[in-house]
């Protein structure tokens, strides 16, 4: 994990380092138009937009419950003639003690 993170923060430097290139038109974006550089910056700005979502629905997903974890908890649970049959001798038990 450590290792992903530090690769994971390298990766985002460079992207930062690079993004801040092409809006300053230096280096190898000195000589592209601004409507290409400002597309370019735009589409970088969507994809980083997009892999937050990502990430964050990753996190979300981590606490559902599974369709196989809900299927064995209703599979577990008292339907309505399981609770009449144990409300009713419930009720015999009452009577028989009175």
Do not use: C
Not at 21 to 44: C, P, S, Y
Not at 48 to 64: V, Y
Not at 70 to 91: C, E, H, I, P, Y
Request: proline letters at 1%; aromatic letters at 4%.
């Amino acid at each position: 994990p450590s290792e992903y993170l530090r690769h994971s923060q390298s990766q985002v430097h460079h992207s930062s380092v690079v993004v801040e290139d092409l809006i300053q038109g230096m280096n190898e974006w000195r000589n592209i138009q601004d409507i290409v550089r400002n597309t370019f910056k735009a589409l970088h700005d969507l994809i980083k937009a997009q892999g937050d979502t990502i990430k964050s629905l990753e996190r979300q997903m981590e606490n559902k419950t599974s369709k196989q974890e809900l299927t064995a908890g209703l599979l577990r649970k008292a339907n309505a003639s399981d609770v009449n049959r144990s409300l009713a001798d419930f009720a015999r038990q009452i009577d028989g003690k009175n």
